[in-house]
C-alpha cells in the first residue's frame, strides 16, 4: 500500500434511520470527500488512489447495513489500515428502537434488512446486534434520538474540527411544579427550597430574567451554598456522559409556578456552561403563566 502521508479517514456507520446520511453530508460541506455505501473491500484500494494525490487528504466513508455482511471483519480490516499509519475515527450513529420505528413510519422507507422478510421491530433488533462491532471501537458515538438533522449535523462538523464539547447538546429547563414536570428531562433539581420571591410584593409581578429577582434568589447564602456545590458537580458530570455517548443532556430546575427561582438558577447555570465553552439551549416553560 502506498504511503498515507497524513490522510484522515472517518468511518460513518450505525442504525440504519439514525442518521448516517445526515452525517456524511455534514462531513461533505465541511471538505471532506465522501463516498457512501462503499464496499468495504474497496476501502484499501481507496486509500491507495487518495494517497496518490494531494486533492484528498480528508475522507469519509458510510458504511450501513446495505454494504456490511461481517462488521469483525471491516473492523479488522481497519485496524490493518490504521497499523500502516493512517489516521482512522470511526463515528457511531444510534437511536431508540421507538425513535426508529417512528422515523421509518413517518418516512414510508423499508429498512434494510426487512427486504430478507424481517418486521420493522425484529430488523431494528438484528441489525444494532450486527452493527455492534463498530460501536465498540467507536471513536464518537451520537445517539440521535432527541436531535434533529440540523443539531446533528452540527455535532458532527464541530466533532470533526476537534471541538472538545461537540459530543453533547445541553439543553436547561426551568419549569413550575404547579404545571407539571417536564417528562423529558433527564436531570429535574427541585429549588423550591430557596426563598420565593413571589410573597414580595414588588417581586412578584417580575421573572427571574429581571435584575431584582435574580439578585435577590442569586444574594441568599442558601442560594450561595447550593451553586458552589452544584455547579462542580455538573462540570464533573458532563464529560461522563460524554465518553458514554450521550449525545442530548436536558437540566430542568423547577420551582412552585416556573417564575422566579428556577428561572434565576436555570440563567446562572447556563451562564457558567457559556464560560466553559459549552452553548447550552435555553428553555424557560412557564415564565408567562399567571401566578396566583
Same mark, same amino acid.
Given at each position: 500500500?502506498?504511503?498515507?502521508?497524513?490522510?484522515?479517514?472517518?468511518?460513518?456507520?450505525?442504525?440504519? #434511520?439514525?442518521?448516517?446520511?445526515?452525517?456524511?453530508?455534514?462531513?461533505?460541506?465541511?471538505?471532506?470527500?465522501?463516498?457512501?455505501?462503499?464496499?468495504?473491500? *474497496?476501502?484499501?484500494?481507496?486509500?491507495?488512489?487518495?494517497?496518490?494525490?494531494?486533492?484528498?487528504?480528508?475522507?469519509?466513508?458510510? *458504511?450501513?447495513?446495505?454494504?456490511?455482511?461481517?462488521?469483525?471483519?471491516?473492523?479488522?480490516?481497519?485496524?490493518? !489500515?490504521?497499523?500502516?499509519?493512517?489516521?482512522?475515527?470511526?463515528?457511531?450513529?444510534?437511536?431508540?428502537?421507538?425513535?426508529? !420505528?417512528?422515523?421509518?413510519?413517518?418516512?414510508?422507507?423499508?429498512?434494510? *434488512?426487512?427486504?430478507?422478510?424481517?418486521?420493522?421491530?425484529?430488523?431494528?433488533?438484528?441489525?444494532?446486534?450486527?452493527?455492534?462491532?463498530?460501536?465498540?471501537?467507536?471513536?464518537?458515538?451520537?445517539?440521535?434520538?432527541?436531535?434533529?438533522?440540523?443539531?446533528?449535523?452540527?455535532?458532527?462538523?464541530?466533532?470533526?474540527?476537534?471541538?472538545?464539547?461537540?459530543?453533547?447538546?445541553?439543553?436547561?429547563?426551568?419549569?413550575?411544579?404547579?404545571?407539571?414536570?417536564?417528562?423529558?428531562?433527564?436531570?429535574?433539581?427541585?429549588?423550591?427550597?430557596?426563598?420565593?420571591?413571589?410573597?414580595?410584593?414588588?417581586?412578584?409581578?417580575?421573572?427571574?430574567?429581571?435584575?431584582?429577582?435574580?439578585?435577590?434568589?442569586? #444574594?441568599?447564602?442558601?442560594?450561595?451554598?447550593?451553586?458552589?456545590?452544584?455547579?462542580?458537580?455538573?462540570?464533573?458530570?458532563?464529560?461522563?456522559?460524554?465518553?458514554?455517548?450521550?449525545?442530548?443532556?436536558? *437540566?430542568?430546575?423547577?420551582?412552585?409556578? #416556573?417564575?422566579?427561582?428556577?428561572?434565576?438558577?436555570?440563567?446562572?447555570?447556563?451562564?457558567?456552561?457559556?464560560?466553559?465553552?459549552?452553548?447550552?439551549?435555553?428553555?424557560?416553560?412557564?415564565?408567562?403563566?399567571?401566578?396566583?
Amino acid at each position: 500500500m502506498s504511503d498515507e502521508g497524513g490522510l484522515h479517514l472517518i468511518v460513518v456507520t450505525g442504525l440504519s #434511520g439514525s442518521g448516517i446520511t445526515t452525517a456524511t453530508n455534514a462531513l461533505e460541506d465541511a471538505g471532506f470527500f465522501c463516498v457512501d455505501n462503499l464496499p468495504p473491500p *474497496l476501502l484499501p484500494k481507496l486509500i491507495d488512489l487518495a494517497a496518490e494525490t494531494d486533492k484528498y487528504r480528508t475522507l469519509a466513508v458510510g *458504511l450501513d447495513a446495505r454494504n456490511v455482511r461481517d462488521a469483525e471483519a471491516v473492523v479488522e480490516t481497519l485496524e490493518g !489500515l490504521r497499523a500502516t499509519g493512517l489516521r482512522i475515527d470511526i463515528l457511531f450513529l444510534e437511536a431508540s428502537d421507538a425513535v426508529l !420505528l417512528r422515523r421509518f413510519s413517518a418516512s414510508r422507507r423499508p429498512h434494510p *434488512l426487512s427486504r430478507g422478510g424481517l418486521l420493522l421491530p425484529e430488523a431494528i433488533r438484528v441489525e444494532r446486534q450486527a452493527m455492534h462491532p463498530f460501536r465498540e471501537v467507536a471513536t464518537q458515538r451520537i445517539d440521535t434520538s432527541d436531535i434533529n438533522v440540523h443539531e446533528c449535523k452540527r455535532l458532527v462538523q464541530a466533532w470533526a474540527k476537534g471541538d472538545r464539547h461537540a459530543g453533547l447538546v445541553v439543553s436547561i429547563q426551568s419549569f413550575g411544579f404547579r404545571h407539571g414536570v417536564p417528562t423529558e428531562a433527564d436531570i429535574i433539581w427541585d429549588v423550591r427550597f430557596l426563598p420565593n420571591p413571589h410573597f414580595i410584593p414588588h417581586l412578584r409581578p417580575h421573572s427571574g430574567l429581571d435584575a431584582a429577582v435574580r439578585d435577590y434568589v442569586l #444574594g441568599q447564602d442558601v442560594t450561595a451554598h447550593f451553586v458552589d456545590r452544584f455547579i462542580p458537580l455538573l462540570d464533573e458530570v458532563l464529560p461522563a456522559y460524554e465518553r458514554e455517548g450521550k449525545s442530548y443532556l436536558t *437540566l430542568a430546575f423547577g420551582c412552585t409556578g #416556573g417564575r422566579h427561582r428556577s428561572v434565576a438558577i436555570a440563567e446562572r447555570v447556563a451562564d457558567h456552561l457559556r464560560d466553559a465553552g459549552v452553548r447550552p439551549k435555553v428553555r424557560h416553560r412557564d415564565i408567562d403563566k399567571e401566578t396566583t
